[in-house]
């Protein structure tokens, strides 16, 4: 079992920008790939970015490709989501997650997931 922690969530303005961070911890060993998914009120959960742990090939959902950067440090076992030109459609609840399976775009194939961290933008 891989445990998350994520952190970096907050409040901005359309058009700014936040980092978001994915500390992970225990069974690392297993992790074929990393994600971050977000939910917004009333919605399912989505894929928004996804990159594979030891070769860091990476996934972007179509909404976001070209304003999110996701990357990973494999020494201090962490993955980053730095998010840029901010919409207020991105408002939502951002989750990571791991995983050791080979689609890594799809949300059900995720074993375990942090908390959760609260991203809002203002129009």
């Known amino acids: 079992q891989v445990q998350l922690v994520e952190s970096g969530g907050g409040l901005v303005q359309a058009g700014g920008s936040l980092r978001l961070s994915c500390a992970a911890s225990?069974?690392?060993?297993?992790?074929?790939?990393m994600g971050w998914f977000r939910q917004a009120p009333g919605k399912e959960r989505e894929f928004v970015a996804a990159?594979?742990?030891?070769?860091?090939?990476?996934y972007y959902a179509d909404t976001v490709r070209g304003r999110f950067t996701i990357s990973r440090d494999n020494v201090k076992n962490t993955m980053y989501l730095q998010m840029t030109s901010l919409k207020p459609e991105d408002t939502a609840v951002y989750y990571c997650?791991?995983?050791?399976?080979?689609?890594?775009?799809?949300?059900?194939?995720?074993?375990?997931w942090g908390q959760g961290t609260q991203v809002t933008v203002s129009s």
């Open positions: 997650a791991a995983t050791g399976k080979v689609l890594v775009t799809v949300v059900t194939n995720y074993d375990d």
């Open positions: 225990g069974s690392i060993f297993s992790i074929n790939a």
């Open positions: 990159i594979t742990w030891s070769r860091g090939r990476t």
